[in-house]
Each structure stands twice: as C-alpha cells, then as structure tokens.
C-alpha cells in the first residue's frame, strides 16, 4: 500500500507552492462528477469520511487522481476540513466546488451538497458537449473544405492549366486568377503561414490582457445569432451555478463573486461584480442586474419574484431549466440551418475551381483559331 501511495505522489508536482496534477482537465471532466456522487452516497450511508476517501482512493483507476485523493486524505486525517484539503487542488477543485463544500460542511449537509454538486457537474458536462458536439460538425466540413480547395489550387489546377500553355493564348480570367493565387502559394507559402500564425498568436495574446479579453467576449456576445447562443449558455450557467450556491448556503455576495468566474464570460463576469457593491447598498439583486442588456427580462422578473417570496434558488433553477432547454433548441436549429448553408458554401468554391479549370477547354476552339 505504501508504494502504491509513492507512486500516486508522484503523479502530483508542485509549481510555485500549487500542485500541478497530470491530466487535471480529463479529472475535472470525467473522474470529478462521479467521485462527488460516491463521497455523497458513502456520507449519507454513515462512512466516515476519511474512510469513504481511502476507500476512493483505493477504487479509482486514474493514477493522478488517486494521488490527490490521497493528499486529501492525508490533510483530513492532520485535523484540516474537508474543504481546505480541497483547495490545495485548485487545478482540480474550483472555487465553487470548494465553496459548496465548505457551506455544506459548516450547515452540517455535505452528503446533500456532494450529491448537489454532483448532479450540477453532470449538467454542466452534458450541455458542454452538447455545444462541442454541436461545433464539432461545421468546423470539420469548413478544415476539410478548405483543405481540398487549397490542394485544387495549388497542386491539381496548375498541372491541368499547363495542357493548353502551348497554346499561347491568353487564360480565361477566372481560370488565371486562380492560378496566379496558386503561384503566390506554393512560392510563398511560409510567408502566407507566417502570416496566419502571426495572427493566431496576436489573438490569443490579447485575449490574455484584460482588456482584450473584455472586449472579444462583448464581440461574441454582439456577433450575430452566435452572440444569442453565447448569451444564453452564459445566462444558463448564471442561473444554474448560482441556485446551487444559494441552496448550500453561501451567501449571496461571495455567491456573486464565485458565479461572475464561472459564467465562462468576461462581460457577465464583471456586471456581478459590480452587482455586489449595488447590494452591499441595500439593493436587491434584480434591481442591480435590470439596467444590463445582456441579461434577459424573464431572469429579472423571476428573480425579482424569487426575492419578494424568498425562493430566488427555486426560482433560479427554474430559469436555468428553461436556459438550457432553450440553448439545445438553438442548437438543433443552428445545426439543420448550418447543414444546408456550408452545402452552398462548399459547393461555391468548389464549383468555381472547377469552372476555372474547365473554362479553357470551353473556349478550346477560341485558343486554337
């Protein structure tokens, strides 16, 4: 047993005083909600909980994992709570996973919480690969479509335009624009790469500055029929993330603190920011969020509702119901209107390479006269 346990620890470095866990975002994804649901069914079946972690760590079969479930374990069994051996893994606990548990623990209901946070997990996995899968279709079509007109152009249209160069006759206009494309191509092409990689890295620098992240996440949101998607799985997030946090017990200013980080969106994370001074003033939450585009009448209502009759978390769940119900019917949507359009798309460019191409032997009598 002990050298299962140096051979997990190795699992987990250290960088800066903070864990580094190997595979940290599969963890998060696929070992995280399953593990909460099993640490909550042992608790409530009256395991204590440094055997249901020890009998966790024993039963998983990713190496990294059962190494920091057994740091866990470790730190409960020296006197820490069970939230604070948890937030030595930020890369595997969030600050809303820690935060349910420490509510869940000082309320004495962490069997109920762990079985919350579960459930939330499982949810949030389900809609995010619902969106991936969602993605997933129209991104392979446009990389395989530009792949094959690239490869037209710079490989089969100048082999093909080269039959009729002895000719001496000039190229239709299409067919030498295109090949003229395809010369700068093949000629230049680590200046064209250079290029597209220069603007891929320019990006994702600015989307790392404050500013630039700010403002390329208000650009999703304003970018047509993509930024209503955007709004709404952000909304969802909002409504779903910070019922469970009430539901635990958390209270609502760091509850807003936790939700504006988890929104996974810049411009909804700063306007519940700047809610919690709002509040802090006296204010109930509907009246700090009503002025804000961005967020939905029916939220505000529902939540003004919520306030008025103390059931914002049932009310909240509800909104987060309707949210995703409303983000899968978008994308089923999106995804039989993309079908057809990048069918056009695709079939376009294609058409117009192939005309090109053909386009001399159309004007063949023209060329040998």
């Known amino acids: 047993m002990a050298k299962e346990n140096l051979k997990a620890k190795r699992k987990v470095k250290s960088k800066g005083g903070i864990p580094i866990v190997r595979n940290a975002r599969k963890i998060r994804l696929k070992e995280l909600p399953m593990f909460t649901r099993q640490v909550s069914a042992m608790l409530s079946a009256g395991m204590p909980l440094v055997q249901t972690l020890t009998a966790m760590e024993q039963q998983t079969d990713e190496k ?3 190494a920091v479930i057994n740091g866990i374990r470790t730190r409960v069994e020296g006197g820490s709570m069970y939230s604070e051996a948890l937030a030595s893994y930020p890369t595997i606990f969030d600050s809303l996973y820690i935060s349910m548990m420490r509510a869940g623990e000082v309320g004495g209901i962490l069997p109920d919480t762990c079985s919350r946070v579960a459930m939330f997990l499982e949810s949030s996995n389900k809609l995010r690969a619902k969106v991936k899968s969602a ?4 991104t392979v079509v446009i990389v395989v479509s530009l792949v094959l007109s690239t490869a037209l152009i710079m490989f089969v249209l100048p082999v093909f335009v080269g039959m009729f160069a002895d000719f001496g006759a000039d190229l239709p206009g299409l067919t030498q624009a295109l090949l003229d494309f395809s010369h ?12 597209v990689a220069a603007i891929i890295y320019t990006l994702k620098y600015y989307n790392k500055t404050d500013k630039g992240e700010y403002n390329i996440d208000k650009f999703r949101l304003r970018f047509p029929i993509i930024g209503e998607l955007v709004t709404k799985v952000a909304i969802s997030r909002f409504a779903s993330t910070f019922a469970q946090l009430m539901h635990s017990g958390v209270q609502i200013i760091e509850s807003l603190e936790i939700v504006g980080l988890a929104t996974g969106n ?15 003033e ?7 969020l009503e002025t804000n585009p961005y967020y939905p009448r029916m939220l505000i209502h529902m939540l003004s509702a919520g306030e008025k009759t103390g059931q914002v978390e049932e009310m909240m769940d509800k909104v987060a119901e309707f949210y995703e119900s409303e983000v899968e019917t978008m994308l089923a949507g999106l995804t039989s209107m993309i079908e057809p359009l990048l069918m056009v798309i695709i079939g ?3 058409g117009t390479i192939v005309v090109a191409m ?3 032997i159309f004007k063949m009598s023209e060329i040998v006269m």
């Open 348 to 350: 376009a460019i294609i």
């Open 282 to 288: 006296g204010q109930p939450l509907s009246t700090a």
């Open 135 to 138: 993605m997933m279709y129209p």
């Open 184 to 195: 700068l191509l093949t000629q230049y092409w680590y200046i064209a790469g250079s290029i």
């Open 64 to 66: 990294s994992f059962k």
């Open 266 to 280: 810049r411009v909804i994370g700063d306007s519940l920011f700047a809610a919690r001074k709002i509040i802090e």
């Open 358 to 360: 053909f386009l001399p």
